[in-house]
Structure formats: structure tokens, C-alpha cells
């Protein structure tokens, strides 16, 4: 009511205001209100030692924001949120305030490009990213943002410096295809300097990853590099470096030189590092992709690895944090690897096996470089569904875990054994149905494989599909059920927290995965593995179900970052068929004949899939 006769006085008092006015000045007015409040949390006193009171003053610009977005004040009140809810983060460490306000900040960005602000609230996403979310690859690509959205405003030159620390934003790295034609003037041959002469620091285009700039400077000791694995074909390479704890890396693709007769090239600088005396330089020599891999101790400070490739269209690397190890992935794919496509119905499988080169030149038996790469296998290998065109020829069976990583265990039952039992048996019914699919396994004994060897293992194989069998965990032991899941982001809290359980790493580390995520998803083939994974679900819930009296749960199909899944390319799910710490279902996994039905099931959702395509 007071309301009202504020507004009809000053309706009186300016006979030439209209309704438009009066209404823009009430929201005036809010804004000043809020604006009040929003200058005593920022003095000292006890208005700013209750969070309610943020969230009150929050909610007041939010009001103003979204019911009256063409006022005046609807950009400063969006930054201001923006600010409080950095605020409350500061004085929560809740990681859902930094969330807001990078939502805030974005919001003004986007509706209100034209404002002064607009640049500074940018400017602010990226250093949430870089001090606040530990992103600095995310805070890359937000302050390049601040560069190429306002050249002109007070902060490029700031976002400038800032990217000179972290590096340039890492996304895909592709290279120009080499022209079919010289240019009319030829720019004079300038042979790549070697690898020797390349000093850190004087490489305009190289990129940056692991620890920032910062985390690097504070780093007392060097970092012992333990081993370097390899996968390779024709057309893919996975190298991983395994550190004893993170690092800072460069690395940088060098243009090909056809005068020397040298491919493409690319190095990898490791921080802070160094190499025991017994490691073997050459890592790897005349292997599909790989024409050759050295690692060496540059200077006293920094680890070069060297790569010679046969051909590159795309490079991928980046950090992983697993329990006892960092690792840093290089992802390799050559030009003649067959295009990724969109859908299901571009694709087309090779009707006779890509040839690969001869056997590769492997170091000294017991040298640290062997490593557990799987033998190098015969891809030669013309099978009927190859010769016959089918699109799955070879399927890629993944028990989890293994060797001295139990999985999850539950009333005396371990998740390695039953997820080999399942997929065992999922091979036989395989090979007696299909005898005309391959079925090739990342494991068949108790064995311990780390989790990217899975997926090298995989596109080395040249795998059709590729199917990870787990069992779930829960503390609650009344939750049960099946899921089947696929690689991508996720704001799911338990998709997220599985996914770190699965990874055998930290959620902090889950997050920054999830960061990375966005560079390294476009050419994963999401829409295939949906399908797959739906259909893998179906089969598995209508399989357990119509053989059992128990009402099974069927909890669908889920999106989450499983490193496993990082990399494969081919469609690829991860399937957890049941939980382990559920006694009804831990009482079915434990017999025999239960688990012949889940592998059953979930070949029928495999047949179902191979029967479509
Ligand atoms: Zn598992």
C-alpha cells in the first residue's frame, strides 16, 4: 500500500511523468535499495557476516536483471551478482557460488555486449577459471575471449599478458594440408632448426598444459619421469608419459621440411623434470604412425620428447591425474585416418584392412620403456565381416579394473572378478553366435591395465565397438539397479562422483577433466554411443528381468567423463551391471548362472546394435 501512494504522490508532483516513467523510476529505486545493501557487505559490520543477506541483495538485482532488462542498471545489477556471488564463494568454498557467478558474469556478456562492463565481467570468468576453479586451459579460452570480443576495451592488454603465462588456448591442433600447388613466389626454405636448438621460451606458437605458470614457480622439487608407453597404427599413436607428480609442459609441432625428407614433427617440453640414467632415448621407431620417439634430459630443468610422425592431421595433449601417477596423454591422428563422421549413416568401414607398417624396433627386454603396451597385434588379419563390408567386425570387451585394483568389493566378492567372469562369458556367447565378429579382450586374466592402455588397446586394435563392464558401489546398500553410461560432460553430482570413483581420481581432478572435455569431445562419436548404450541397457534390464522373479531397476542411460572412454574411436559405453554392495544383487552376481543371463542381455543390446548399422 505504502508503495502505491509513494508512486501516486510523485505522480502528483510530475503531472507530466507517464505510467512508462513512474515505472522506470520505481525500478530506480530498487536498484538504488540494492545498491545500498550491496555497499555494506563490502564495509566492515555484521550486515556482511550473514549470507542471507548476500543472497537477499542478490535477489534484488536479480528481480531487476530479468523483469526489466532494458533499464539502465539491468547490466551493473547482472555484474554486481555477479561479485556477490564471488563473494559468497569466498566465504562458503560452495563451488555452485563460483558456478553463479560465472553465469552472471556470461549473462552480461552476451545481452549486453555494447556495455563498458561488459569486457570486465569477461575478464573476471577467466580468472575465476585460473585462481578460483584451477582451469587454466578453461581460462585460456575465456580471456583469448576478452581479446577477440572487445580489442579495444581496458582489458585485452591484460588478457594479453595473461595469456603470455598460461599459453594459448588448447584445442585441436590441425595443421594446413600441404598445398598440391607451390605458390607463385615461394617463401625461401627455411629447414626446422633440430630439436637441440629449440630453446624454451623463444617459440611463438607453442602451447602450454599441466600446472600453471604459477603452480610451477612454487614447485620445490623435480619431477622423476618414470616410464613412456606407446600404441600405434597406421592412421593413430597414444604416447603417455608417466610422471611421479604434475608438471608444466610445452609443446609445439614443427613445419614439415620435404627437402630433408622429414615429416611432420612435434616436441614436448616437461618442466621442472628429469630422467634417470637408464632410460633408453629412443622410445620407439618405424611403428604405424611413429617414424620415431626419443626422450632425453634437454637441459638440467627440462625432459624433451621428440616425435617423428609419418603423417598428422590432429594432436591432442593433455594431463591426467591417476592415483600414483601424472600422466601426460599425446593423442596422434594421421592424415589418412578415416574421416569421423556426424551420424551413424555416413559411416562406412574399410573393406580391406589398412596395411600397417613393419614390426616396430622395441627397446631391450626389461628396460623401463616396455612398459605394458599389448603385443602388437595382427591387423593384417582379413576377417569374413571385413571382407564382406559389415560395419562391426571387431568388438573390444573391457572387464574393469584388475590385478592390484580390486573395483569395488562387497560381502566378500570383488568387482575385478566378477566383471572378468561377465565378460568372459560375453565372449563365448559372442563367438558362438557371431563366429564372424572378432572379439578381442583388454584382459582375460587378473591382471592390472591402466586405464588409457584400455582405450589405445582399442583404436590400435581398430576395435568395432568398444564395451567396459563394471559393477557399482554404493554406501547405501539398499540402492540397486543397472545403468549403462557414455563419455561426455556432466552437471549429474552422482554421474560426477562415480565417474572419480571409476577414474581412481579426485573430484577436483574430475572437474578439470570435465574442462578439458569440451576441446577433446567434438570428434567422439556421441550419437553412436548413445544408441549403443541404450540399447546395451535395454538388453541387459529385459534379459535380467524376464529371467528373474526380482524386479531389477533399471536407472538408464547416463552421460559421464570416464577417462576409459577418452580417446576411443569407435562407439564406446561403460556398463555397470548392478551394485555390488545391494545383497539381493550381490546374491545374483555370485552365482554362475545369473551372469550368463547379463552377458547374455547385454549381447543381445550388442546384436541389436550390429543388426541396425
Ligand atoms: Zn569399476
Excluded at 595473461?162 to 627455411?190: H, I
Excluded at 600404441?231 to 608419459?241: A, Q
Excluded at 609445439?252 to 622429414?262: I, M, S
Excluded at 568395432?464 to 557414455?486: P, Q, W
Aim: aromatic share 8%; hydrophobic share 40%.
Amino acid at each position: 500500500m505504502r508503495v502505491f501512494w509513494v508512486a501516486f504522490l510523485l505522480f502528483l508532483l510530475a503531472p507530466g511523468l507517464g505510467l512508462a516513467e513512474l515505472r522506470a523510476d520505481s525500478v530506480e529505486r530498487d536498484y538504488q535499495r540494492a545498491a545500498q545493501d550491496f555497499y555494506r557487505l563490502y564495509r566492515p559490520g555484521p550486515f556482511r557476516e550473514r549470507a542471507d543477506n548476500f543472497l537477499k541483495t542478490i535477489a534484488k538485482f536479480e528481480a531487476i536483471a530479468a523483469d526489466h532488462p532494458g533499464h539502465k542498471h539491468a547490466p551493473q545489477a547482472l555484474y554486481n551478482n555477479g561479485k556477490l556471488y564471488h563473494s559468497l564463494y569466498k566465504w562458503s568454498h560452495n563451488d555452485r557460488y563460483l558456478d553463479q557467478a560465472i553465469q552472471a558474469y556470461r549473462k552480461l556478456v552476451i545481452s549486453y555486449p555494447q556495455e563498458k562492463i561488459a569486457d570486465d565481467a569477461q575478464f573476471e570468468i577467466g580468472l575465476i577459471f585460473e585462481e578460483y576453479k584451477d582451469q587454466p586451459s578453461q581460462a585460456s579460452v575465456e580471456y583469448q575471449k576478452v581479446i577477440d570480443l572487445f580489442p579495444k576495451g581496458d582489458f585485452a592488454p591484460i588478457a594479453r599478458k595473461k595469456l603470455e603465462q598460461l599459453g594459448p588456448p588448447t584445442q585441436d591442433l590441425r595443421l594446413a594440408a600441404p598445398s598440391p600447388q607451390p605458390p607463385a613466389n615461394p617463401p625461401p626454405v627455411v629447414p626446422p632448426p633440430p630439436a637441440s636448438a629449440l630453446r624454451p621460451g623463444d617459440l611463438t606458437q607453442a602451447r602450454y598444459g599441466g600446472l600453471s605458470e604459477k603452480e610451477e614457480q612454487q614447485k620445490k622439487k623435480k619431477s622423476l619421469v618414470a616410464n613412456v608407453e606407446y600404441w600405434s597404427n597406421s592412421d593413430w599413436s597414444r604416447l603417455v608419459i608417466n610422471v611421479a607428480d604434475p608438471v608444466r609442459f610445452k609443446y609445439q609441432v614443427l613445419k614439415e621440411d620435404k627437402a630433408q625428407g622429414k615429416g611432420r614433427r612435434m616436441y614436448l617440453d616437461l618442466d621442472k623434470s628429469f630422467l634417470p640414467r637408464k632410460f633408453k632415448d629412443r622410445i620407439a621407431a618405424e611403428d604405424g604412425l611413429i617414424k620415431q620417439a626419443r626422450i632425453a634430459q634437454f637441459d638440467k630443468d627440462t625432459v624433451r620428447v621428440v616425435l617423428d610422425l609419418a603423417s598428422l592431421d590432429r594432436i591432442r595433449v593433455y594431463p591426467f591425474e591417476s592415483p600414483d601417477q601424472y600422466k601426460i596423454i599425446v593423442d596422434i591422428l594421421g592424415s589418412e585416418a578415416i574421416a569421423d563422421s556426424p551420424g551413424p549413416a555416413a559411416e562406412t568401414a574399410p573393406a580391406t584392412p589398412v596395411a600397417t607398417a613393419p614390426a616396430p624396433a622395441l627397446p631391450a627386454k626389461n628396460g623401463p620403456l616396455n612398459g605394458t603396451a599389448p603385443s602388437k597385434a595382427d591387423v593384417e588379419a582379413t576377417t569374413l565381416s571385413r571382407a564382406l563390408g559389415l560395419k562391426v567386425s571387431r568388438v573390444i570387451l573391457d572387464p574393469g579394473h584388475g590385478g592390484r585394483d580390486p573395483g569395488a568389493m562387497a560381502f566378500g566378492l570383488k568387482e575385478k572378478d566378477l566383471v572378468l567372469e561377465l565378460a568372459l562369458e560375453l565372449r563365448k556367447i559372442l563367438q558362438q553366435k557371431n563366429p564372424e565378429v572378432e572379439v578381442m579382450m583388454t584382459r582375460e586374466t587378473d591382471k592390472f591395465i591402466p586405464l588409457e592402455a584400455r582405450t589405445a588397446f582399442a583404436n590400435k586394435n581398430q576395435g568395432d565397438i568398444f564395451v567396459s563392464i563394471h559393477l557399482n558401489a554404493h554406501r547405501k546398500s539398499s540402492v540397486s539397479g543397472i545403468e549403462t553410461y557414455y563419455l561426455n560432460l556432466t552437471t549429474d553430482a552422482y554421474a560426477l562422483s562415480l565417474a572419480a570413483k571409476e577414474n581412481q581420481t579426485s573430484l577436483k581432478s574430475i572437474r578439470h577433466l570435465q574442462g578439458l572435455l569440451h576441446d577433446l569431445m567434438t570428434h567422439s562419436k556421441i550419437q553412436e554411443s548413445t544408441q549403443l548404450a541404450k540399447l546395451i541397457q535395454d538388453g541387459a534390464v529385459n534379459q535380467a528381468r524376464s529371467s528373474n522373479r526380482i524386479q531389477l531397476r533399471s536407472l538408464g542411460v547416463k552421460q559421464a567423463p570416464f577417462f576409459v572412454l577418452l580417446g576411443a574411436r569407435m562407439p564406446s559405453i561403460l556398463v555397470e551391471a548392478g551394485f555390488i554392495t545391494n545383497k539381493t544383487e550381490n546374491d545374483l552376481l555370485r552365482d554362475p548362472k545369473y551372469r550368463k543371463i547379463l552377458a547374455l542381455g547385454i549381447y543381445q543390446g550388442l546384436f541389436s546394435y550390429m543388426d541396425r548399422t
